[in-house]
């Protein structure tokens, strides 16, 4: 999971698996498998740092 900001400043820990797409968009979309959308104030890129760390995390962690 990550942690995430909603456009509301109320911070939610995500799955990324469920996790469909990113929209870089202001603010940035996040797009749920079952179509959901949320919108959070950190940006595409950090996002995709922030999968990257933890994907990396997990396969060197056994």
Known sequence: ??????T?????L?????INKVESTEPTKII???GREIEVIE???????LIQALTYRNENNP
Do not use: C, G, R, V
Not at 1 to 6: D, E, G, H, N, W
Not at 14 to 18: A, E, G, H, Q, S
Not at 43 to 49: H, P, V, Y
């Open 32 to 34: 749920l498998q079952d």
């Open 14 to 18: 995500i799955n990324t698996n469920i």
């Open 1 to 6: 999971m990550i942690k995430l900001t909603l």
């Open 8 to 12: 509301n400043n109320t911070e939610i």
């Open 43 to 49: 940006s595409a890129m950090t996002i995709l740092n």
